[in-house]
Structures are given as structure tokens and as C-alpha cells.
T-cell receptor, first 119, second 116 residues
Framework: AQSVTQLGSHVSVSEGALVLLRCNYSSSVPPYLFWYVQYPNQGLQLLLKYTSAATLVKGINGFEAEFKKSETSFHLTKPSAHMSDAAEYFCAVSDPFNAGGTSYGKLTFGQGTILTVHP | ETGVTQTPRHLVMGMTNKKSLKCEQHLGHNAMYWYKQSAKKPLELMFVYNFKEQTENNSVPSRFSPECPNSSHLFLHLHTLQPEDSALYLC???????????????FGPGTRLTVT
């Protein structure tokens, strides 16, 4: 079984400050990992993904994440926060080979982290 | 239209009403999903359709009835709902290959459902 833990349900930063959103995963197989962002009253938008290529993954809007197998982590960072980054962020894990017996890449989501950016 | 679209965006219904949510994907994908997103709870996968066949039903109450007439369209028929069913209902799609999962799921904007 796979699981995802996002440390901190709320993170608050000042505009221009570093953004760090934490995600730890549990998986019995090398996973695929994703970060999604959700703006108010909207669906989830893919920020970036790790699919066993480079461990440092760059995404949209200046975000990046690093896959660290030894720490089972996939933290999301952005060097300088912008007011428009205020949203809820979800980390998710999937099994690349459907070993759980499904016919599709089942996504397991974390609880989400609400990012607030102060002027 | 591009991506995944959902209609209506907002829906208010009484507990005795019957309504349907519609999802359409314009990405050529072969799998579609319904998720429920409630306040302070993780996303809950409700149903999965792969090549138009329902492959997963996560113990969803029978008052929710999915329909997938083709690989581009997905419906969620609602009847005799309860107030606790009020939530954001998200549709997603992906491209699946036998034995190997997709790289990601693409989500629609959701339908905000309020049951009174």
C-alpha cells in the first residue's frame, strides 16, 4: 500500500521568501510522485512530476521538487514566493506498474497544504 | 474546448431531486475518474472507468450512479442525496497502458454541489 504525508496543513510566508512544502511518501515499489495545485473553486492542476528520470524536477510557475529516496521525500520549493502562489498544494504518489492490481495508475493524495503569502 | 470540462459548475439540489453531473475530456484519454473533495478531508476516489468499463467503485452509496457512454464522456447521476454529500466533485482523465500506469491525471474544474 502507498501513502503520502504532507507535514503542515498550513504554511505562511512573506512575498519574496522561500517556499518549502514537505511531502513524505511510503511505497513498496519505486513510485511516481506528483505535486498538484488547487486555486479556490477550481480543479487540480499538475505542477510537476517525478517518473524515475532526473531526481530534481522543475515544474510550472518556478516550482521545483527533489526526489530523495533515502529520505522518502519529495519536498516542493520555490525560491521567491509571489502573491499568486496562494493556493492549496497536494502531493500524490502512484505505483508505476499497477502492482496493487488495478488497471490504472491509482493516485494516493496527501491531505493538502494551504499556502498563504503575505505582502 | 480543451482539457477536461465539467458542467454544471455549481448545483444546489434538494434531497428528493434527481440531477446529473457531466464530464467531458478532450485529451483522447482512455480512463476517467470521479473524485469527491470535502472540506478538511483528503480527495476520495469514487469511481474509475477504464476503456469505458467500470473498474473500481470505492464503496460509494447507491444514490450515486456513474455512467460512461464512451471514452470521452462521464456522468454522475444523483438521487435522494444527503446534506453530507455536499462537496466539490472532480472529474479526471488519464491515458492508461496495460501493466503500466499513466504519468498523471488531468482534472476538470469541478462541480460545487450543495444539498439542502
Amino acid at each position: 500500500a502507498q501513502s503520502v504525508t504532507q507535514l503542515g496543513s498550513h504554511v505562511s510566508v512573506s512575498e519574496g521568501a522561500l517556499v518549502l512544502l514537505r511531502c513524505n511518501y511510503s511505497s513498496s515499489v519505486p513510485p511516481y510522485l506528483f505535486w498538484y495545485v488547487q486555486y479556490p473553486n477550481q480543479g487540480l492542476q499538475l505542477l510537476l512530476k517525478y517518473t524515475s528520470a532526473a531526481t530534481l524536477v522543475k515544474g510550472i510557475n518556478g516550482f521545483e521538487a527533489e526526489f530523495k529516496k533515502s529520505e522518502t521525500s519529495f519536498h516542493l520549493t520555490k525560491p521567491s514566493a509571489h502573491m499568486s502562489d496562494a493556493a492549496e498544494y497536494f502531493c500524490a504518489v502512484s505505483d508505476p506498474f499497477n502492482a496493487g492490481g488495478t488497471s490504472y495508475g491509482k493516485l494516493t493524495f496527501g491531505q493538502g497544504t494551504i499556502l498563504t503569502v503575505h505582502p | 474546448e480543451t482539457g477536461v470540462t465539467q458542467t454544471p459548475r455549481h448545483l444546489v439540489m434538494g434531497m428528493t431531486n434527481k440531477k446529473s453531473l457531466k464530464c467531458e475530456q478532450h485529451l483522447g484519454h482512455n480512463a476517467m475518474y470521479w473524485y469527491k473533495q470535502s472540506a478538511k478531508k483528503p480527495l476520495e476516489l469514487m469511481f474509475v472507468y477504464n476503456f469505458k468499463e467500470q473498474t473500481e467503485n470505492n464503496s460509494v452509496p447507491s444514490r450515486f450512479s456513474p455512467e460512461c457512454p464512451n471514452s470521452s464522456h462521464l456522468f454522475l447521476h444523483l438521487h435522494t442525496l444527503q446534506p453530507e454529500d455536499s462537496a466539490l466533485y472532480l472529474c479526471a482523465s488519464s491515458q492508461e497502458t496495460t501493466g503500466r500506469s499513466s504519468y498523471e491525471q488531468y482534472f476538470g474544474p469541478g462541480t460545487r454541489l450543495t444539498v439542502t
